[in-house]
C-alpha cells in the first residue's frame, strides 16, 4: 500500500501533537524528523542486517542524563521512518490509514520514552502491557 510523504508528514504532525500536555512540555529541544528509511550509516550503528529495518529512533541526551550543565546542544532528534512503518502497518488488520496513524503513534512513543530515559527492555514490557501510551492522568 501506499501513501504520499505529504499525508505521512501530516499524520505524523498530527500523532506529535497528541502528546499528552504533561509529557509534551517536558520534551524541549527535540526535534520530529521524517526520512524514507535507515541510511547505511544508522544501519552500520545500529547493527542492522540487510533485511532489518528500524520503524524510529531517537538520538540524544535522555532528559535524566542532562544536568545544570545541558545549554547549547543541538536537538535530539526523533526519526520517523516512512517506508518501514509503511510496510508494518500494511501486515495490520485495519484500514491502512488507521494502520499508519497507529503505528506511527506506536513509534513516537517508544521514542519518546527513550528521551525520557527508558531503555528498551522497560519500552518493550509497557508495550506488552499496553501502558506505553503515556496517557494522561484524570
Do not use: C
Not at 26 to 48: C, H, M, S, W, Y
Not at 93 to 115: C, K, L, N, Q, S
Not at 118 to 130: I, M, P, V
Amino acid at each position: 500500500m501506499e501513501m504520499s510523504a505529504a499525508e505521512f508528514e501530516q499524520i505524523a504532525g498530527g500523532e506529535w501533537d497528541r502528546i499528552p500536555a504533561r509529557f509534551a512540555s517536558e520534551l524541549k529541544n527535540v526535534a520530529l524528523l521524517i526520512e524514507d528509511d535507515v541510511d547505511d550509516e544508522i544501519r552500520a550503528l545500529e547493527g542492522l542486517g540487510a533485511e532489518e529495518s528500524l520503524l524510529g529512533l531517537y538520538r540524544g541526551i535522555p532528559l535524566t542524563e542532562r544536568g545544570s550543565d545541558y545549554s547549547m546542544a543541538l536537538p535530539d532528534t526523533i526519526t520517523l521512518y516512512r517506508l518501514p512503518i509503511l510496510a508494518e502497518a500494511a501486515d495490520m488488520d485495519r484500514a491502512f490509514r488507521d494502520a499508519v496513524r497507529i503505528v506511527v503513534r506506536e513509534t513516537i512513543w517508544h521514542e519518546v520514552g527513550h528521551y525520557f530515559g527508558l531503555g528498551e527492555s522497560e519500552l518493550h514490557e509497557r508495550e506488552r502491557e499496553s501502558s506505553n501510551a503515556f496517557k494522561d492522568k484524570h
